[in-house]
């Protein structure tokens, strides 16, 4: 199996990121106009605690799978990463039945009490056999992860990502005729469906691997000494497991915790504020199944970076290496904002058109407008806590994590119960937890290692936005295409280009950041020398 570099497997989960949001638009676009904002709305009441439970199952446990098999394949001690694979799975195992069980026994009172609308029933039933199969895929991913071989995560899920769209949108229209409900729930099918694409997809590349060691004749000058591997065999993969796993699932789960309570919290709140039931579960499908996904478009980047991370930052741990991290933080870093702030400046600017384009409504632009600024510190946000969780400061993640959600949760009771803010009262109360958990997570990194970005590198790409944003406007504004669709392409391909000749220009990406992508560096460089 191929070791990619660092670069090299984020960019491999990028390209298979970016092809993933751009296909899941596709249900996003078609789902609202099928079974409108309301049939959206109660898909996504049915997320929130699904994310808990696959949170508890599976929240923790593929990072410290990864953080684990790094390190002991840095030793060269393939016997414990058998042994790590065992326990994981298991365990993932485990908790995935008991939770599939409590929730089939309990899903009448889950549906009705927690979830604030009976008609989501069936959906959640239909999504109990995900459990399983993500506690599986979840472990595999983060041994792949471990080896430093993104290829196979990458694959599973663009194959999941396939199977989903078409499954959706196939079981939601041969479910309509049967009501919304039932529309709803077979969009949950499909889901499921996906899932089990990427694990069968996941279960072959497994099996190719598994199989290479027993083939191939092990060179005895690499083989590592009998001192090194009693360091790892004394140790108890459960123990070690959980060691890490824990934390990161209290931190995540604090998260996915938030984000049921912010379900329900706003359609009350919404209720409360004078809107009617049917309407309030609207608004929140709009807010969280159209204007969330735009903004987590540039997140195929950060989630890439987040995986790549923590197996390269843990093994420079173990070895004291403080300037690789630095340099892998500034990396990180550098990207999630470069890549970021063209999607906010076109969200931004250009809401109004692109909500019309993909939804055939622009009734939640506002909402899009409100959020866009702030994205940029969402963009951020999954690396540094990939950093926390790398070097051994899940804790801190946590206290972060927690002290957002606790903010957000108490401006939406405050915002959106008050008619004059509705919606935007949750959107604000959202935005505020995007920046405050950043902020938070940014100042324990830098206390922790000491490391600072370059501020010269914020004020190139605030200037590279300025002159993207009014090339957008006058392009937009000429309106030389005549058709708003065409004449919106136009703005943001030339705005785009704009922005990335200036960043060239300005030295922020150069020839030997084309170099380390994968494909495209190869056809620039064809001798690997920038």
């Known amino acids: 199996m191929r070791k990619q570099s660092f670069i090299q497997g984020a960019m491999i989960l990028l390209a298979a990121g970016l092809l993933n949001r751009i296909l899941g638009f596709v249900p996003r676009i078609a789902l609202p106009r099928m079974i409108g904002a309301e049939g959206v709305g109660l898909i996504q009441l049915v997320y929130p605690f699904t994310i808990v439970l696959l949170t508890l199952i599976a929240g923790g446990i593929p990072l410290a799978v990864a953080k684990l098999v790094a390190e002991a394949d840095s030793r060269g001690d393939h016997e414990y990463v058998r042994r790590i694979l065992r326990v994981a799975v298991t365990l993932a195992l485990t908790i995935s039945l008991v939770s599939a069980a409590v929730c089939f026994v309990l899903s009448d009172f889950i549906s009705t009490k927690i979830m604030t609308d009976s008609r989501v029933h069936t959906a959640f039933l239909m999504m109990i056999p995900v459990l399983p199969l993500v506690a599986v895929s979840s472990v595999w991913r983060g041994y792949f992860q471990g080896k430093q071989n993104m290829i196979p995560t990458a694959l599973s899920q663009t194959s999941e990502t396939v199977f989903r769209i078409v499954l959706t949108l196939l079981f939601a229209w041969l479910f309509l005729p049967y ?219 946590l206290f972060n994590t927690f002290a957002g959600a606790a903010i957000k949760l108490i401006l939406i009771a405050q915002l959106a119960t008050n008619p004059d803010y509705g919606i935007i009262g949750a959107v604000i109360a959202i935005g505020v937890n995007m920046v405050l958990v950043t902020l938070l997570h940014w100042i324990s990194v830098a206390r922790l290692t000491g490391f600072r970005m370059y501020p010269l590198d914020f004020l190139k790409v605030t200037v590279a936005m300025v002159v993207m944003s009014a090339v957008a406007l006058w392009i937009w504004n000429f309106n030389l295409l005549k058709q708003s669709s065409f004449n919106l392409g136009l703005a943001s391909l030339a705005a785009v280009v704009v922005y990335l000749l200036l960043l060239i220009l300005m030295k922020l990406i150069d020839r030997h950041d084309v170099a380390r992508v994968p494909i495209i560096g190869r056809i620039f460089f064809p001798r690997g020398q920038p």
């Open 179 to 397: 009501g919304l409900e039932m529309a709803a729930a077979g969009g949950v099918l499909g889901m499921v469906a996906g899932e089990c694409a990427g694990l069968i997809v996941l279960w072959v590349q497994f099996n190719r691997d598994r199989k290479k060691p027993e083939e191939a004749q092990p060179d005895q000058s690499l083989t590592p000494d009998s001192a090194t591997l009693a360091i790892g065999r004394g140790k108890k993969p459960l123990r070690q497991l959980l060691h890490t796993a824990i934390p990161v699932t209290g931190s995540k789960m604090i998260g996915s915790l938030s984000y049921l309570f912010e379900s329900i919290l706003t359609v009350r709140s919404l209720t409360i504020a004078g809107v009617a039931a049917a309407g309030a579960t609207a608004q929140y499908g709009a807010l969280q199944g159209m204007v969330i996904p735009l903004l987590l478009l540039p997140g195929a980047l950060t989630y890439s970076l987040a995986v790549s991370l923590v197996p390269s930052l843990s093994e420079a741990a173990s070895r004291g290496d403080w300037a690789t991290i630095h340099i892998r933080l500034h990396q990180s870093m550098r990207l999630a904002i470069v890549t970021g702030a063209p999607f906010v400046v076109l969200l931004g600017l250009m809401a109004g058109p692109i909500c019309t384009l993909l939804y055939g409504d622009d009734s939640m632009a506002d909402m899009l407008r409100w959020m866009a600024p702030l994205a940029i510190f969402l963009y951020m946000q999954a690396p540094l806590q990939a950093a926390l969780q790398a070097l051994n400061r899940p804790g801190t993640a």
